[in-house]
């Protein structure tokens, strides 16, 4: 079973800070070139050498389809989708499914899709898009990086940083209690 898909909604309103950088890719032919350029480039391959064993994802034109969809075999780009930013979007699922597998419990837009997402936009369109695309995931609190771990002494110290600071701003309890 998949993970609930948290963040679905914020990545969405984040992929909106590609739009300056993006291309159009007018046919089908056009995005299959995209992707088969990128497949060949070595930054590409350095990053991703997981997604190489299976290939090229297929392009299909997506008739029939409101939304873009990409899975471990192919990408799918309906009319309206055939920019840079949409295909990144896509080939991101792509690399994700390659890397963590079809029965995998991770969610379809969770940090291990959206950390694949910001090294594959750097390598496509650049630092500046990346930065862009990371400012708008921090902005709307998108998660692209793994829940950090805390030792026992980490939280033991935090555990004292938080008794000190309740015990200076008592109000903050009293608030707290009254609701």
Known sequence: MRARDSQRSRVYLAD???KPFATMLPGVKDVEEFV?????????????P???????PRVGDGRGR??????AVEIKIPLWARRSDVV?????????????????DIASHGWQFCETYLTLT????????????????????VRFKPKR?????QRAA???????????HPELLAAKEAE
Do not use: P
């Open 16 to 18: 909106n800070a590609l």
């Open 36 to 48: 088969a350029d990128l497949w060949a480039s070595k930054r590409f391959q350095a990053a991703f």
């Open 50 to 56: 997981s997604a190489l064993i299976r290939g090229v």
């Open 66 to 71: 409101r939304k873009a969809c990409g899975n």
């Open 88 to 104: 990144i979007h896509e080939l991101a699922h792509t690399l994700t499914r390659r890397k963590f597998g079809y029965g995998s």
């Open 122 to 141: 750097r390598i496509v369109l650049g630092g500046i898009a990346e930065r862009a695309l990371r400012d708008a995931m921090k902005k709307h609190r």
């Open 149 to 153: 771990k805390m030792s026992d002494e």
């Open 158 to 168: 935090c555990a004292a940083r938080l008794s000190v600071y309740r015990a200076n």
